[in-house]
């Protein structure tokens, strides 16, 4: 958990950007203010893969102490400037995502993480549980580990699904292998008997951190 054991909370965005020139000076903008309330990227328009459903072209992790921050960070009136930068060159589907409620264990091996990100419209909510279920062991074989799944969640942009997925793996190879797995690939089927799901593979982000 994060400071006084509160959850962490989650910018997820995802952006087709239509002029990148015009765009720029709004990844400038942004920078200071996600600082300024404790915020760092975890992805940062990665190298990704589309697994199921549809994407946008840029998608972006940012991980603030707590849900409540990851709010007040995007309702800043510094930051309610800086979309005024971008959304004329842009379109965005951005959620405030509450974390998993207990801490992440560090990263085995050191290096940079890949993520599943899945946004989730249910048909049936008790057969998703079960396949949720199912594919918690399935996963961790391949070292991944919960980063946000079922916790509070604000639409502030766009379009959005009701539930929302984030998996940090030790490396996109593994966060690849788990999905291709012969014990993954099983559990497909039940999900999408019981769910739409649009579900990226994306690399992290090791570059330099705002502030």
Known sequence: MSELGT???????????????GYHPYTLANG???AAHGGRFLVRAGNFKTMEGDSRARNVVVEFPSFDAAQAAY????????IDLRRPYSQADLVILEGVSEDLPPLEPPGVPGYWIMRISLRNPQGYRAHAEMVGDR?????GVPVARGGRIAIVEGTARGRNVIIRFPDVHAAVECYHSPAYQQAIPLRQAVAETDFIIISGYDGPQPG
Do not use: T
């Not at 959850?7 to 990148?20: F, I």
């Open 7 to 21: 959850p962490k909370g989650y910018w997820v965005a995802r952006v087709d950007v239509h002029d990148p020139e």
């Open 32 to 34: 200071p203010v996600i």
């Open 75 to 82: 309702y800043d009136p510094a930051y309610q400037a800086a």
């Open 139 to 143: 996963v961790a074989a391949f070292g």
